[in-house]
């Protein structure tokens, strides 16, 4: 987590993305800037962005940190990458938040042609607090406005 100083000259997105990670029970390792940063990069969310224009393009690894250092002043050193797969991407991955390449299962996650991509909820039953709404206003995650989470089969499985 950022200290104090860093927390008032960054985004609220950064902070609204950290409590997103929380609903999505991320351990505590991963509640940081860095993996905020790669949740805001898969949903092209900027810090104008409203989040219900999300989208949920493929992203690689350093795409992403263009992203943060481009929309969030975030500037990590290119050898930072596996710093950004191994502590972030790899739990994301793991909680079912993110898939690596949903084009090309075969390629190795750190081909430098590798691509992750977010993915919709699996669960009905979760709430997830949108930021856009105020303080305390939440939605079930089928009805909030993001589209691919009001796509989700009727028998709550995604065929891949």
């Keep these: 987590m ?3 100083s860093e927390k008032d000259t960054r985004s609220p997105r950064v902070d609204e993305a950290i409590d997103i990670l929380t609903q999505f029970g991320l351990p505590r390792a991963q509640l940081n800037d ?3 940063y790669c949740l805001l990069a898969l949903l092209n969310i900027t810090g104008e ?12 690894i350093t795409p ?38 949903p084009d ?5 996650t750190n081909s430098p042609k590798g691509f992750i991509k977010y993915l919709p909820p699996r669960w009905k039953s979760s709430r997830l607090i949108k930021p856009d709404l105020g303080q305390g206003s939440s939605l079930p995650l089928s009805e909030t406005h993001l ?7 009727k028998n709550g499985r995604w065929t891949w």
């Design 34 to 36: 860095r993996t905020a």
């Design 147 to 153: 589209p691919w989470w009001n796509s989700m089969p």
């Design 104 to 108: 090309s299962p075969e390629r190795p």
């Design 2 to 4: 950022a200290n104090e």
């Design 49 to 60: 962005t409203p989040w219900s224009n999300a989208a949920a393009p493929l992203v690689g």
């Design 64 to 101: 992403m940190m263009d992203f943060a250092r481009s929309n969030y002043a975030a500037d990590y050193a290119p050898n930072t990458r596996e710093t950004f797969r191994r502590f972030s991407m790899h739990q994301m991955v793991q909680a079912g938040i993110a898939r690596y390449n």
